[in-house]
């Protein structure tokens, strides 16, 4: 069975931001659109987005890190999302393993983002349905896209390649060969909602003589 | 998390509509043992119109709760996983029931038929608050309400507002031995909601000092200072406000103890005295008084869960 | 949502191509419209800069197209308003034309100095620059001078090319990358790309930058230095890299001045200049021969470091030499105490650099000729890359700290080879590069174009734009003695010292892509009230002013006459060789703009308005022999402009040829727009592969580049280790040389800083702070995700930056008493802003930091005067002054290094204290500035949606708050007592 995914490389990602809104730039015109903004020029601008690049500092100086992490929904292979949905509107594909939510189904009563541990589902205050990432649906299968194009929006904005696309059930997968040989981990594992997407570590490379 | 007003008054509003219509029949388990108990075809009949009125304002409430409530037929397809869903089943069954229930005894039915529907209403109306309660408990995430104490409260807090109110009903009907009789359980099931939301209470308090859940877990980054400089965003998004209260931590520490003074202590002393007076005025009170505070239970029993994905909604920058 | 077909199959889609200008990087977009609104912004797959990638930027470009502070319409300032005060009238183009046309003409006829021209992120410098002198002003820059001419001016004075757009890292071939000064998007996608291949390939990445965000966060170690000291670290590192014998001897013997030998003798009139034979070649000493030889000889055995007297007795030094002999009180512990870095730290990298360049590099196996004719069978490659901006270059000490920089790269044998610092067409130039300047006042001439070029490089202190008493020709005093080597100009001056007249008053300032009045202004609050200025006839101090912006700016507010440009996706441009190209390491590379949409409104192309105005004033470019206009419009001139009569060279350099067969040089090609248009609107031509290295010497290159006009003459571009320019500057300043001679007050400190070798000194500002009482440097960074000042307009990018904090270390919030978030006063020498704290670990201690232009002025760009941007963002510029305060070099001397006029923007030292309680709102404030005519009304909600109508596609109001409004009236009194019972609980208002 196919299990779509993300692997996001945390190694190269420079928090740029362009994952953010080109997913918002696609998908807004796209079937899971549109994602509206309340205040677009007031004070507290506040929209839907798919995906967001938060920031992490980690140690104190001068042994500071300081760690961009993108996170958008993990497909989770247990999704905690799709059970409690009253009305099967939130749904794993069987096909593909991507999480969706079927907008005329919705009746908006925000259980399935109660559910997600991991603040992945965005509530379309204006139309009143949960949406989510998609893993670019429309994208991906779209065959009057040339083939190179056929992958989310996000992976190909994404300036560093931090963001590789993939089916994480093939073992040949470049994702599947990238979480394994760089530990690729799951977030909140011990949940044990097991996201589909994972995160490669920071790796530090050392000067010879660099005992720091 | 936000409490949500819909739903806060979708559970009070139909746990006192629950603990009512068994109080109903508890009573006339009663009016059947005791001679001196003859209550009548109206005070059920309006007793069961007063469920139905409590039921149909919390399913008013809920439907605020809905973006989309001309889809909420929907909501039945999925009882299988959803308990939700099997709510959205069971409240309208429970409704059916208790119309049943009150058109019987408009028309005078038999004490048999009542009591055989009572107690199939009994059963659905104890799956009802299973039902709610198990919508919290069953996120396992949100270790707040993933426990057993969750029904455990909702069954009692629901049937002792349902009591109190029976008993003051009772009153205004002119029939003091109930409203003792109804006033007395009402003390009693409160009394056990304060064990059972104290323990939850002492039991979330420690949890708090145990997360599972941690910034290392949320990011994979383990080192012990991890902390957050951006969440990505600055003037709020649906994870700022669907899973914060945002109020200060003073402000949630006197709701917490406006319910906790007004659900115990004030309600059962109004209920004491009303008992003891027979003052349908000072039960009705009694009433009002836990009514309130069970809505400022339920904006705490929100306000108090600190969902996983807070983590990564902590700080602008 | 279910999966289906994709959106694209929907109605009548069309793909475009063209070049992104969200930021100056110059990324190939593909462009999809949906029945003519824009749907989908992707980079060009096929485009060899970005290769398919885009920024949060370009991604964005939507919601700057359909902005609603775009200006529609030309506008004139409204009778009686004030500037500032944002009142327009609305006026058709043929008045605008007409206003400008009469004014300019007077102006050009009589004093055409009286007419300025400044423009900002302006990408189209040829073409403004072009303007300016064909009307004959010299008052004309762009934003160099106050971005980072220094980098330029610096590095290009050293060895030819420059890091910005000029040159760059070569991590395909590194191991060792060491980044200075560097925030998040300089080279954009470009270097994200690269610094992402190279970790990959196991590359260690070092950054040198007192805060750790965006490219730093990635780098395997990260070095927090104290702004303004890098000079010191990089002489530190050189002297042990010297001592350690770590440097790469044969390459600076070869290929920079090094072994050639200086004058020691005080009395010798040529004193510090290098020895040279009778024909000017330099002299070197022969180790084997024992004697001076002719560095053009190329003999063996030629000594690096070393003291001689020549044949008649003059006593000479090597430069090397002489190099040793300033890094001598460079030691590690030294440069520790300057710079925070820990000596044994910069022991350790120095090793680093030196053993990787040296030993871990190996050869590339192509073959190929040097100057001199020798043959070489390979290149050798450099494993040790380096990448600078701003950080080195925003510090009034910059040119010199970046001189240092330049050495350090050739010590290590970086230059131009694999792995290390590789050219980008049109470099290598000769040093000095480029055209030359007017020098006298004379060259200033009614009805005549300047003779000159407005801006160019000095080559000695002749070439100097100053009148006989050794004052400035230009308003803004570049090329003068306050700052000889200013390429750029001093654009941070020009509104200063067009309101004090001092050199002189000028009547219209012309102002293009800049917002002069808000971020790209030092002293932000004092200049608005310039622009705002009269003199005691009433009439403003500058008459006139004109500003072509695409957006509803602060700068709009203070226009007599606005300009509505259109945006990027609605013209035509082109990024020319002639200008700064996007080249890559390989060859040339040059890209054009195609419109994908027809102009919104009254917009039209500034660039059509300057062929209007060119026509009608009659510039002898744009007029053909009988005095007819030549040029139809932008694209026109495009296609048939060149640079002489019959040079085929235009500012294209793709398709040229009648049929479009000729690349670099042809005649004008009719069709070349089609051309660029096929090919992705971009052309890259392939250098062979001899010639993409060590082209400083490459022949092969050197005579291509020479042809096609890159380069004046083919001879080898030496590195200038030590730098006779500055040289020169210094002898004028010691009086021991003839021609021009700066003014008394001036000469210490052109003798100072002119040093021919490099040197660290305090930057001006803080050697004129009293740094007790303002302890902390106060920097900038630039947020990948915004664009200076102009993407607050942005819906979707202001959710990512929406107002800014002030980041430092916790301990300054424990020493001030304040926490995390509150609000304090960050206070300068010059004044003082109001703003929000967040304690941070990724910075130097003693630094605070923000990003740049976030805040913004009340109501400006079409945001509600309640917006964060106006109430919790703020300006760092408030606290930086443009002119540093009076000392013995005189009164106004501009806040800018020395040497080239780069505005000092980092050097600025505060102090950081709490606010009171009720001061939760940033300072200072300005009266909302109102909407101009023509501007879009601004909605409460988006719902973006090309298939919907785009911007128009408003977002429904939910069930229940069309309900709730419906109830409002019996509500509200209910919310009202709610609330109170809350209110009374909790104990909290609202
Ligand atoms: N997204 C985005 N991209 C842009 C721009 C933009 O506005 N937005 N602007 C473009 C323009 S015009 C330019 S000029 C470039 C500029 O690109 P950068 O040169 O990267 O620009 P700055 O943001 O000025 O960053 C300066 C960096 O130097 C550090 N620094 C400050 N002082 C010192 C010092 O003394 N020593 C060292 N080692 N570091 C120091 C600062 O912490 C900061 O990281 O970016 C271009 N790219
Ligand atoms: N404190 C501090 N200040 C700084 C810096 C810093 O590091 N710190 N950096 C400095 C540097 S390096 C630079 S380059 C400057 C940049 O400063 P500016 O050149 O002033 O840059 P922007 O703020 O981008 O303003 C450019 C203007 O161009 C307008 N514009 C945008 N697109 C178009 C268009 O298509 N046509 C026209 N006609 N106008 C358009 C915008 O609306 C805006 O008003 O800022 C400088 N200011
Ligand atoms: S686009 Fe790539 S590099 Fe940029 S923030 Fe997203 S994942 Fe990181
Ligand atoms: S991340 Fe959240 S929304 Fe996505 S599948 Fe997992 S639980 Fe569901
Ligand atoms: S909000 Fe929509 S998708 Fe989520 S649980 Fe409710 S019905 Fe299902
Ligand atoms: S996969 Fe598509 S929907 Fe998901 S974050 Fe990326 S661009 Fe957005
Ligand atoms: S870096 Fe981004 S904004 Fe700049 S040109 Fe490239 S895509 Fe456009
Ligand atoms: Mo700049």
Redesign the interface.
Known sequence: MTQLALVIDL????????C???C???N??????????????????????FN???????????H??????P?SCLHCEDP?C????????SHKREADGIV????D???????C???????????D?????MKKC?LC???I??Q??PE??RKP?CV???????RIFGDIHDPDSQASQMIREQQG???????GTQPANH?L??H???????S? | ?HP?FSVIFLTTLIGVGQGLFIALNIGQVFDLARDDINLGHGFYAWGGFLVLSFLALGLIASVF?????E??W?????WR?????RE?IVLPLFMLIVFAYMLGHFNGMDAEQSLTLGLVGIIVCFTLFVCTGM?YA?????REWATPLTVVNFILFGSASGFIFAAAYAGWAGQPELLELFGEIGAWLTLGALVSRGWTLKRNAELRARP??T?Q?????H?P???????????????TR??FHGMKALAVRRIKGFFLVMVFPVTLALLLAGTALDSAFLVSLAFLAQYLGLIAERWYFFAQVN????I??QQV? | ?????????NGNIEVKNTTCYMCACRCGIRVTL?DGIV?????N?DHPL?Q?????????G?MKQYS?ARLTKPLKRKAGAERGDSEFEEITWDEAFDILEKRLAHLRATDPKKFALFTGRDQMQALTGLFARQFGTPNYAAHGGFCSVNMAAGMIYSIGGSFWEFGGPDLEHAK?LMMFGTA??HH??PL??A???F??Q?????SVNPV???????A???V?IKPGTDGAFIMAMMRILIEEGLVDEPFLVDYSNSAQLVIQDPQHPDFGRIARNTQGSPLVWSGKRQQAVSFDAREDGIVLDGAFTLADGTPVKTAFRLLKEQLAEYTPEYAEQITGIPAA?IV??A??LG?TALTKGGELPIAWTDCWGRQHASISIRPVAFHAMRGLAAHSNGFQTIRAFSLLLSLLGTIDRPGGFRHKAPYPRPIPPGPAIPSSPDDVQPGKPLNGAPLGSPASPDDLFVDANGQPVRLDKAFSWEHPLSLHGLMHNAITNAWRGDPYPIDTLLIFMANMAWNSTMNTSEIRKMLNDKRADGEYKIPFLVVCDAFQSEMVAYADLVLPDTTYLERHDCISMLDRPISEYDGPVDSVRIPVVPPTGQCKPFQEVLVELASRLKFPAFTNEDGSRKFKDYPDFITRFETAPGSGIGFLAGWRGKDGSKAMRGEPNPRQWEMYEKNNCVFHYHLPREQQYMRNWNQAYLDWAHENGLIGKNAPIVIQVYSEILQEFRMAAEGRRPGKQPPEHLRERVKTYCDPLPFYYRPLETQRSDCDTYPLNAVTQRP??MYHSWDS?N??????H?YNYLYM?PRLGQQGGFEDGDWVWVESMHGKVRCMARF??????GTVWTWNAIGKAAGAW???P???EA?KGFLLNHLIAEELPPGPEGEHLSNSDPITGQAGWYDVQVRVYKAEEDEDFSWPQFPAQPTVPGEPS???????????GGAA?P?????HEQFADKLAPLTQPLQGIGKRIVSAITGEKD
């Open positions: 190694n190269v990602c420079v928090g740029c931001h362009a953010v809104t080109s918002k730039e696609w807004t015109s796209g079937q899971a659109g549109p994602m509206p903004d309340d205040n677009p020029y007031g004070a507290d601008p506040s929209g839907v987005f967001r690049v938060q920031t992490y500092e980690v140690g104190s100086f001068p500071t890190e300081t760690v961009h992490f996170k905690p799709v059970p409690v949905c009253p009305t099967g509107a969706l939510v079927d907008y189904k919705c009746i908006g009563c925000k259980y983002s109660w559910a997600c541990p991991y603040g992945a589902r965005e509530f205050e204006h139309s009143q349905v998609t649906v429309d994208r299968y779209d009057t896209l190179q194009e929006a190909m904005a994404c300036p560093a390649n931090a981990y799951a977030l909140m594992p011990e949940l995160y570590p920071r530090i490379r050392r000067g010879s003589d660099d720091a | 998390m949500a709760h809905l973006g989309h409530p889809r909420a929907r909501a039945v397809t999925q996983t959803s308990w939700l869903s959205v919508i069953c996120l396992r995430f949100l599972k859940t910034t877990t949320a990011t994979g980054i080192h200072e991890v902390r957050q400089t951006s969440m990505g965003l600055m003037g709020g998004s649906y994870n669907e899973f969902h996983p994905q807070n990564y909604y920058g | 949502m279910q999966t289906g077909s994709a959106v694209t199959n949906q749907r989908y912004i992707q980079g797959p970005n398919g990638v885009i920024c949060a930027k370009g991604s964005s939507i609603p060792v998040e998007d954009s996608n994200k790309i610094l992402s291949k970790k990959r196991g590359g260690r990445f070092i750790r965000t965006g490219y730093s966060a990635i395997d170690e990260w927090p730290d350790r990298l090793r680093e053993e990948m995700a307009q819906a979707w990018l202001r959710q990512i929406t270390s941070s670990e990724a910075v130097e201690p079409n945001l509600d309640e917006a964060n109430r601004r909605p409460d909600t988006l719902a973006y949606h090309a298939a919907r596609n977002a429904p109001t939910p069930w």
